[in-house]
């Protein structure tokens, strides 16, 4: 068993975060989130919820450290496995991940 050096450590957690962040927020995974919660694609903001609503994913999938958590058990089993491969999938994640943040810091 291996620990990640610094700079390891941190394009794991930039790709953690961008994948927490793609699988709760992003639009682009709107339907297949919809569809693991049950409440179906045709959703929109501001319908009222339907009564087989997965509330107990939905607060998993939206939790940080829900998810997040398992996310990272996910990352780090990789850089296990495969550290060289996981690195390199982590990579435009973790570069997206700074991409989205800077992003958000200077719209405000």
């Known amino acids: 068993m291996s ?11 930039g790709a953690t975060f961008r994948l927490w ?7 682009i995974l709107v339907r ?11 959703r ?3 319908d009222p919820i339907p009564a087989e609503y997965r509330a ?15 996310l990272s058990i996910v990352w780090w089993s990789a850089y296990e496995i495969w550290p060289h491969g996981s690195l390199v999938a982590a990579v ?9 943040v800077v992003g958000h810091l200077l719209s405000e």
């Open 21 to 27: 962040r793609l699988l709760t927020e992003d639009d």
């Open 56 to 70: 107990a994913w939905g607060e998993f999938i939206s939790c940080p450290w829900c998810c997040g958590a398992w």
């Open 3 to 13: 620990i990640p050096n610094w700079w390891q450590f941190l394009l794991l957690a």
């Open 44 to 46: 929109k903001d501001g």
């Open 32 to 42: 297949p989130r919809n569809y693991l919660l049950n409440l179906g694609d045709w």
């Open 92 to 100: 435009p994640f973790a570069l997206s991940a700074v991409v989205g």
